[in-house]
């Protein structure tokens, strides 16, 4: 095989230490696996007698190799088998007659041990070691490990526990003044998952974060910084006071105070800082600029800065050190409550997660015995992305110690910090071996992917972008940028290949309505010239993609457009879908709302509840039956008024009716053998094998194979299985609710391992999903945007452990702005945090472009904000005007019509499954649209916001509240109070609770007593004896003609086995009969989805308007004509929305 001379020089090397930066598409998997192969053949050597003792030789079983994804790991293992597959049926040509029996066996020993290879990921290898020393790591020996989901949904179990909970609230009570529930929440999680990242032990929280520690650290640190600040002053300075005019008084002044300073000045760096300020003149005067230059820049450049960062080490007064420790106590306390439970939870399920799984994996590598016995185990250890790494796993390989360490990583694309990644781990390493007379540094630079023009734009913008010089001040995280070399480097290759469009923006936005109605359908624009350009280059046909050393016209899979977010991935989609381009999207909608996972979960459902018809209905209409609506129609023809769907299919009552087809009774003769295979639902083996059978047996798997991207969607199904196999429960019931909560985190949640879709689309995707893969013409819209900051006001720290900030009430002032209040390194760890999230941001950008082989387009809004991509590249190329000659930069694209393949029609696979999706609305949507059609178009088609709605509310007669209140928010907290009080909550502890859903501390007189009047009027209810409470806030989703209704019932009571539903009112009106006439239909909607999901009648329903009291309870007739009104709207609205109706169908309905 032809390796470069870095290639084998990595490949070969027989140093303990090798660190390899291998720079995008250099080869670092052929590397890995040479290098893989090459320690084998030493071995081979050693027992053919040919080398007397190879130090570096080894088999298969006693090397170990990380990658970052069990993907990369299969790929790894793939190439491996391969390779020395190859060299066992070629070793004739590698060896001597008399070595070819030996050889040919030894090559088939290792083959036949790779199946067993620990070539793996990091979590997979601690679960081999904890298996492997159960006793000694005191863990179950047979102990499952929960995935992230997994994790999270006990964790969501955790918090509403905890603060439902009417002893924590009191005892957390005043932690509740200065942040929120929600802020908590995400405190903690995200403080307990990076302290885990860090820390091999947790078992003490509160000890480990003691407030007394924490603030003398922060202190300290404090200290460090000025010293810093301050050495760096002088030392810059001090070339500026040599120049200085003695003969000026001031400057005299200074070169005094600069000719006392001595090492020991700095010992007191607030003595230091005092003494300078007595020195320098109080204010810069700009006369000096040609009388006293050096004054003028000593002044101007190096003192103003000073001042400015001294400020920000000021720290705090003994008072507010005093409640800083007191709300650290308190949040510590929330934090090791919430470790406690945790614990227990994955205690109760033999479960781990994956901090623990690395936790304990160090805490047994601690041991000697086991360092020992894994050093003779396993000589190699290989480590793959090593920039994507965490403390603990680095010190796995610290405490093995293996003879030898191969490190493949790069620290330009390190792009997983939220992971816990810590590119500075990496920097350390090359670092060390660039110094190290036993290691390697090996620059792998060539890159055998991207073509000249691109690879010549990236090494001038990054050159510029990420800076290529290193400073002694920089932190570890910044990564410098090192040329790469482009392998391909024909004529074709050197043209220029790099656009980039910028779409003007206006700076004055339109007025009105109608004008936010344009300014929403302008955020089109960039993808609409996206959709444009691409359409242009198909067009034109240019060959521009390179295929096996010839060039050719570019087919629609050549594409692929990489975004930084999904934030804007709708608007994206409806650009490509309006110019007929065909796509797919990984990743892009919710894993939960993927057409394959609610198939799955529709099985579930139906066999959770086998005998309801709504359950019934969507098993059949769902592909795996395909039943239409006329075969509805036709088997309710003959339902009668007796027999029920489940029965008239169970007992095969349609075998003896005419008028159904003969194809319709097979479909039903297929169900009823549902019904005879799995009712009732009985796993009799684990639940995990139940439900693989149940994907086999029931066709899915089957129907899954035929479609396009079938191996994408069959790998989504089996993930599902291995999340609802990981609750470990025997009630489909409860798997179901978890399904439920699972469906809220799916925003959130990845796809399984992404395969590429075969077929002829736009391949969609963000910049995380796409690394380590390459397409021929790559598109980065977007570029404008800027990088996502953190707002976390809880933080946790390595070093100084927790910081924090909050607000507080300036005394006797409630009508001022509260005082900012931090611990003492809150403001430097905010600024480094910020500067890492602008770092990673390079890196990011710099992968998007490496992604690129022949063609690579970026397009902006020329409006950049900070730090955006667009700002970076901007100044890049005021810095280095060379790079303007190696993009091509227009603004105008012209208008393209709606694709149309040439041959046959194509229709892609993801819009078709798109259009499988009920249409869904929230009950509020309906509402809205029965009032007023039009104003429904603003809000929900065309999602303006609904400030510029206000002017045109619907509701009769509403008496505004203060304009300090917001009507909206004074709704939700009142209901949040009212449903603690039916809890159990006291009065004042329902209030208080209910008032931390205010997000502002300042806003909290504003609704006191507001919410205090109306809950106290709630409690009024309980003269009336309406019956026992039922439920409060009771979510539904339920389909009704043909659509999904969305909403939520504020209380529902129980008396005498009858329902009665109640909506609860905080609006002011001056008249409350017109406002029972417009939420009557609301109240309707609410009984058609309680009884049909609940099969129980609704005998009642009333409108409670708060601010009347017991005056204001009104009872709604029930009325039959208004359902079927309703369900005509429902029907309409889907109509409208199917077919992407436009504003004038509105309003011919208004």
């Known amino acids: 095989m032809n390796f470069n001379e870095e290639q084998k020089a990595a490949i070969y090397s027989e140093k303990p230490l090798v660190v390899i930066s291998a720079g995008a598409g250099s080869g670092k998997t052929r590397v890995l696996t040479e290098r893989f192969v090459y320690i084998c053949e030493e071995k081979l050597k050693e027992r053919l007698g040919k080398k007397k003792k190879s130090p570096i030789g080894a088999t298969v079983e006693e090397i170990v190799a990380i990658t970052f994804t069990e993907k990369a790991a299969r790929e790894m293992k793939d190439r491996i088998r391969g390779r020395i597959e190859e060299i066992r049926q070629n070793v ?137 600040v301050l050495t760096n002053f002088y030392k810059e300075a001090r070339p500026h006071v040599m120049e200085l005019d003695d003969s000026d008084k001031a400057s005299k002044k200074i070169t005094e105070h600069f000719s006392e300073v001595t090492d020991l000045s700095f010992e007191n760096p607030v003595v230091l800082y005092e003494a300078l300020e007595e020195a320098l003149p109080k204010k810069v005067n700009k006369k000096w600029q040609e009388t006293n230059p050096p004054l003028y820049d000593l002044f101007e450049y190096l003192y103003k800065p000073l001042k400015e960062t001294w400020k920000k080490l000021k720290g705090p007064s003994s008072v507010d050190i005093k409640e800083i420790k007191e709300i650290i106590n308190l949040f ?38 086991v360092q020992d016995d894994c050093r003779k185990k396993y000589r190699h250890m290989m480590i793959d992305e090593a920039q994507d790494t965490n403390q603990l796993q680095m010190n796995m390989l610290t405490f093995i110690q293996p003879n030898y360490k191969f490190i493949v990583g790069d620290g330009k694309q390190s792009i997983y910090r939220f992971r816990g990644a810590d590119v500075s781990l990496m920097n350390e390493l090359v670092d060390f071996s660039k110094k190290d007379l ?110 096996k050393e010839a060039w050719r016209a570019p087919s629609w899979s050549d594409f692929a457009i990489l975004i930084q977010t999904r934030t804007k991935l709708s608007k994206l989609e409806r650009s490509l879908k309006q110019k007929g381009i065909p796509y797919v999207v990984y990743g892009g909608i919710g894993f939960y709302e993927k057409q394959e996972i609610r198939d799955m979960i529709t099985l579930l459902n139906w066999l959770n509840r086998p005998w309801e018809s709504l359950y019934i209905l969507s098993l059949l209409r769902s592909p795996l039956f395909g039943v239409s609506v006329e075969d509805f129609l036709s088997i309710d023809e003959c339902l009668e008024e007796d027999i029920t769907l489940a029965t008239f299919i169970y007992e095969g009552l349609f ?215 667009y700002d970076m590249l901007l100044k890049a190329m005021e810095q280095d005007q060379s790079l303007e000659n190696r993009i091509k930069q227009t603004s105008n694209v012209p208008d393209y019509e709606e694709w149309q393949e040439k041959g046959q029609e194509y229709e892609p696979p993801l819009i078709e499954n798109r259009d499988k999706v009920l249409p869904s609305f929230s009950v509020s949507e309906i509402m809205i649209y029965m009032n007023d059609p039009i104003k429904y178009y603003y809000k929900y088609i065309v999602k303006i916001e609904d400030e510029w709605l206000a002017e045109q509310d619907d509701l009769p007669q509403i008496v505004e509240e203060k304009e300090f209140v917001s009507g909206a928010k004074l709704g939700t907290i009142v209901h949040r109070a009212c449903e603690l009080l039916d809890n159990g909550f006291s009065l004042e502890e329902a209030q208080e609770e209910a008032l931390a859903l205010l997000e502002e501390e300042q806003e909290l007189g504003d609704y006191e007593q507001a919410v205090s009047e109306l809950v106290t009027k709630y409690q009024a209810l309980n003269e009336l004896r309406l019956g026992s409470n039922y439920a409060n806030e009771w979510a539904f989703i339920v389909e009704i003609e043909g659509a999904q209704i969305i909403g939520e019932i504020d209380k529902i009571v129980e008396k005498n086995e009858e329902f009665h539903l109640i909506d609860l009112k905080t609006n002011k009106s001056n008249d409350y009969q017109k406002l029972v006439k417009y939420y009557t239909p609301q109240l309707y909607l609410y009984k058609m989805a309680f009884e049909q999901i609940t099969r129980q009648k609704v005998s009642e329903l009333s409108l409670f308007f708060m601010r009347e009291g017991l005056e204001g309870f009104a009872s709604i007739e029930i009325d039959k004509t208004m359902e079927e009104r309703i369900r005509e709207v429902i029907k309409e609205m889907s109509h409208l929305k199917m077919k992407l109706a436009a504003k004038d169908s509105y309003e011919r309905i208004g």
Not at 160 to 177: A, G, I, Q, T, V
Request: proline share 3%.
């Open 438 to 547: 036993n290691s390697d540094f090996i620059n792998m630079s060539t890159n055998y992917r991207t073509c000249e023009s691109i690879i010549s734009f990236v090494n001038i913008a990054f050159n510029e972008i990420m800076g290529a010089e290193k400073s002694e001040l920089d932190p570890l995280y910044k990564i410098h940028y090192t040329n790469i070399n482009s392998h391909r480097t024909g004529i074709e290759e050197q043209k220029c290949r790099v656009e980039l469009i910028t779409i003007p923006k206006e700076d004055e936005p339109k007025e009105g309505i109608e004008g936010q109605a344009e300014q929403a359908d302008d955020e089109q624009s960039e993808f609409e010239v996206i959709a444009n350009r691409m359409l242009e280059i198909m067009e034109e046909g240019q060959s521009i993609v390179s295929d």
């Open 92 to 228: 004739h040509e590698r060896y001597d007659a008399s070595e070819h029996e030996f050889a040919r066996n030894f090559w088939q020993e290792q083959k036949d041990a790779l199946d067993g290879a620990l070539i793996t990921t990091f979590h997979s290898f601690c679960h081999k070691l904890l298996g492997e020393y159960a006793f000694l790591a005191d863990v179950p020996p047979k102990f499952t490990v929960l995935d992230d989901v997994g994790a999270k949904l006990i964790q969501i179990d955790i918090f509403d526990e905890m603060f439902d909970s009417p002893e924590y609230h009191r005892k957390w009570r005043p932690l509740y003044n200065f942040y929120t529930r929600g802020q908590l929440k995400e405190a903690i999680k995200a403080v307990y998952s990076q302290m885990k990242e860090i820390i091999t032990s947790v078992d003490s929280i509160e000890s480990f974060f003691d407030s007394e520690t924490i603030v003398k650290l922060q202190l300290q640190s404090i200290e460090s910084d000025r010293k810093f």
């Open 655 to 869: 075998d003896n009716v005419g008028n159904i087809g003969e194809e319709l009774k097979s479909t039903l003769s297929k169900l009823k053998q549902f019904y005879e295979d799995w009712v009732p639902y009985r796993p009799q083996v684990s639940t995990r094998e139940y439900f693989e059978d149940l994907f086999l047996k029931s066709g899915l798997k089957k129907m899954l194979l035929l479609q396009k991207n079938n191996l994408q969607q069959i790998k989504n199904v089996e993930k599902l299985i291995d999340v609802l196999a990981q609750f470990q429960t025997a009630s489909l019931d409860e798997l179901l609710k978890q399904v439920k909560q699972l469906a809220d985190l799916s925003d959130k949640e990845g796809e399984a391992e992404v395969e590429l879709a075969e077929g002829n689309m736009v391949h969609i995707m963000t910049v995380h999903a796409s690394k380590g893969l390459e397409f021929p013409i790559v598109f980065l819209p977007d570029l404008a945007k800027g990088p996502r900051g953190d707002s976390g006001n809880i933080r946790f720290d390595k070093d100084v452990r927790i910081v924090l900030q909050y607000e507080k009430e300036i005394e006797n002032e409630p009508l001022k702005k509260p005082d900012k209040k931090y611990s003492p390194s809150f403001e430097r760890i905010k600024e480094k945090t910020k500067d890492q999230a602008i770092e990673e941001s390079k890196r990011l950008f710099y992968v998007a472009t490496t992604r690129a082989k022949d063609y690579l387009v970026l397009s902006t809004v020329d409006k950049p904000a900070k730090d955006s991509w």
């Open 332 to 369: 510590v306390q929330v934090l090791q409550v919430f470790h406690e439970k945790y614990d227990e939870a994955k205690r109760e399920r033999a479960a781990m997660d994956f901090s623990d799984l690395q936790q304990k994996a160090i805490t047994l590598l601690e041991k000697k015995e």
